[in-house]
């Protein structure tokens, strides 16, 4: 779906089979930025449309692209598969539109934005990241937190393959290495006091252990952070409109 307004222009394309919405603002001929939207688990790459139009408002240029297997994007999901396709693509948007890149991720995006952080060379705003990979009991019991909660549209994924794939990736990832790579940038995470998906304490942890700027905001909200909308997108707005002058706009290496 291609939202409809005066107020930016739209297009879609396809990056090797991958589904793009493409987001520009009318009234600016030159963005300020590029902010590259990552979203959360399957059936949510429709999610947050309303943030883009927002930062779309605020001067950036806005790309969504789906996983490839979700949405309209085609081929099969994996999230091992969605992280080697996100840093394809990240490198393709650098080259192509010659922005100064910022990251938005919700949830698994959330882990995807941080994964692929080395892009970023202005503002990074997750929204419940999955920062922590659980093992055992309680990976599963947040499978079936996500298949109870979140609407999943991603055909034959079973919880049990989920489950398996997650703990697969979780093995070689640890809050260190996260907090580690969010040192040169300006962060803002965005977590729901009623999440019963991802906790809000994996959160306060990421933030504690970064060096740099790091800003976390409560807000009385699941994890899909849809009821207090209005208010979570003027604190998003806010925070950017103060931090996008602050924070340099050339690149600095981390590891990944």
């Known amino acids: 779906m291609i939202p409809t307004t005066n107020l930016l222009n739209a297009r879609a394309y396809y990056y090797k089979g991958m589904y793009v919405l493409e987001l520009f603002p009318v009234e600016s001929n030159s963005p300020k930025g590029l902010f590259v939207f990552l979203h959360g688990f399957p059936g949510w790459s429709t999610k947050n449309y309303d943030l883009a139009e927002r930062l779309c408002l605020l001067g950036y240029a806005v790309l969504i692209p789906h996983y490839p297997g979700l949405g309209l994007s085609k081929g099969t ?3 091992k598969g969605s992280q080697e396709k996100m840093g394809d693509f990240l490198e393709f948007a650098k080259k192509e539109y010659a922005l100064p890149i910022s990251l938005f991720g919700h949830s698994w995006g959330g882990h995807l934005a941080i994964h692929c952080c080395r892009y970023v060379e202005k503002l990074l705003i997750l929204f419940a990241p999955l920062s922590v990979f659980p093992s055992g009991k309680s990976l599963r019991a947040l499978v079936d ?14 919880p049990e393959e989920m489950w398996r794939e997650l703990e697969s990736l979780g093995a070689a990832l640890s809050l260190d290495n996260f907090a580690s790579v969010l040192k040169p940038k300006a962060l803002l995470i965005i977590h729901g006091t009623n999440d019963k998906v991802i906790s809000l304490e994996d959160s306060k942890a990421l933030v504690a252990r970064s060096i740099g700027k790091a800003d976390l905001i409560e807000i009385n909200d699941d994890h899909l952070l849809l009821q207090r909308r209005r208010k979570l997108l003027e604190q998003v707005s806010t925070w950017v409109k103060i931090n996008d002058s602050m924070v340099k706009q050339t690149p600095r290496s981390c590891t990944s």
């Open 145 to 158: 937190g996500l298949f109870e909660e979140a609407p999943l549209d991603c055909q034959n994924y079973t």
């Open 77 to 79: 999901f994996s999230f």
